[in-house]
């Protein structure tokens, strides 16, 4: 059973560098067709999507963050990363790292982890 | 960027209602990029439907999507008490994924 688990501090400052790290159990982020994702919800909001990593090492962000943001992944580990910049109060939300699939007619985040909770604040 | 619509904001129903949500894009798009999740407080989201009109795994066969081009609805034939929750529609760009802003359905 393929299971994702996000770790990284609570609380950033405002200006500060938000650094999340999801650790993979049951598959190996290297293995496709799989795109190792990140997504967040603000306070009673809506989902927003992140960014991606592919299996291949291709990067895919989203253009609102693009300037402030660097996914990688370190497969020794297996695991995938997020820093967000510069962070304000605006990036205060619970993030998740997800495995989205592609499917032979379609695709879909299957596998969310549990989601943790950032608050920005000094 | 694709902009999702969902309409309604909240619907209020009992079980064993029919229920259809809509999901209006900006412009057309591949039916094969279009997906629903429903999601509940303090969880994640689960994915329902993929490719417009494909159950994921587990999904109960009262939910069902369907729609092209710019229209997709996802519709639940009859609300169980387990269903309330919030249902988003996702779109997945070649470089860009969005999310329609949901439909809540509660009691």
């Known amino acids: 059973q393929v299971q994702l688990q996000e770790s990284g501090p609570g609380l950033v400052k405002p200006s500060q560098t938000l650094s999340l790290t999801c650790t993979v159990s049951?598959?190996?982020?290297?293995?496709?067709?799989?795109?190792w994702s990140w997504f967040r919800q603000h306070p009673e909001k809506g989902l927003e999507w992140i960014g991606y990593i592919q299996y291949s090492g291709i990067i895919y962000y989203n253009p609102s963050l693009r300037s402030r943001l660097t996914i990688s992944a370190d497969t020794s580990k297996n695991q995938f990363s997020l820093m967000l910049s510069s962070v304000t109060a605006a990036d205060t939300a619970m993030y998740y790292c997800?495995?989205?699939?592609?499917?032979?007619?379609?695709?879909?985040?299957?596998?969310w982890g549990q989601g943790t909770t950032v608050t920005v604040s000094s | 960027e694709i902009v999702l619509t969902q309409s309604p904001g909240t619907l209020s129903l009992s079980p064993g209602e029919r229920v259809t949500l809509s999901c209006r894009a900006s412009?057309?798009?591949?039916?094969?990029?279009l997906t629903w999740y429903q999601q509940k407080p303090g969880q994640a989201p689960r994915l329902l439907i993929y490719g417009a009109s494909n159950r994921a795994t587990g999904i109960p066969d009262r939910f069902s999507g369907s729609g092209s081009g710019t229209d997709f609805t996802l519709t639940i034939s009859r609300l169980e008490p387990e269903d309330f929750a919030v249902f988003y529609c996702q779109h997945y760009g070649r470089s860009s994924w969005t999310f329609g802003q949901g439909t809540k359905v509660e009691i």
């Open positions: 997800a495995r989205a699939r592609y499917y032979v007619s379609g695709y879909g985040v299957d596998v």
């Open positions: 049951g598959d190996s982020i290297s293995s496709g067709p799989y795109y």
């Open positions: 412009q057309s798009v591949n039916s094969n990029s």
